[in-house]
């Protein structure tokens, strides 16, 4: 049987064309082959032969691929028995410092109301 690693963060990312092609050790051109796109159709259909990227909102949006979904081409369609996948975190965003804030507020919150 196949073995498939896939290491993701907790936030389950989208990764982009560059790190698909650097995942699957392909060229650029061949990463857009292995693609389920289509000129006159924004968000095709599911395609198992294919690798589906993300829903998108505009042609001009960029191709995004679930992590799981580039494990699944990988291991399924180019028979690569062993991938590892890993999304690393980006810089944190003035939102997540707030509800990373609002965590520490409440576990501080939880041990106050544990003590009583």
Known sequence: MENIDSNISNEEEL??????????????????RYTN???RNLNPSFN???????????????LKFHPNEVARFAKDI???????????????SAAQNILVQILDELKSIRSLLEKE
Request: proline content about 8%.
């Open 78 to 92: 180019l028979r690569i028995k062993e991938v590892t996948v890993e999304v690393f975190n980006t810089p944190s």
């Open 48 to 62: 198992p032969r294919k690798l589906n990227p993300e829903f998108r909102t505009d042609q001009k949006d960029p």
């Open 15 to 32: 990764v982009g064309i560059d790190e698909v092609q650097k995942f699957l050790n392909r060229s650029r051109a061949s990463v857009y």
């Open 37 to 39: 796109t289509d000129l």
